[in-house]
């Protein structure tokens, strides 16, 4: 059995901000928050006063989101 690894990249959210290189509003993205040291699967939302990183187990706006990057598929997929 070969052996499939996946690496993840990760975006500096105020870079990407600032360059207008956001992941889609509907993707399920992995987030990581630096107030809460962890990270979160999450998505994007626009709520006309700016853009908020969203948490998709709370619902809640991350209170410090640093990072993002695409949730990766499982191995060999």
Request: aromatic fraction near 8%; hydrophobic fraction near 40%; glycine fraction near 8%.
């Amino acid at each position: 059995m070969s052996d499939h690894t996946n690496s993840i990249t990760w975006h500096e959210i105020h870079q990407v901000v600032a360059d207008g290189r956001l992941p889609d509003a509907e993707a399920e993205i992995l987030i990581y928050d630096e107030e809460l040291d962890d990270v979160v699967l999450g998505h994007l939302d626009d709520i006309g006063s700016g853009i908020q990183w969203i948490d998709d187990s709370t619902g809640d706006p991350l209170p410090a989101a640093a990072y993002w990057a695409k949730k990766p598929f499982p191995a060999g997929v």
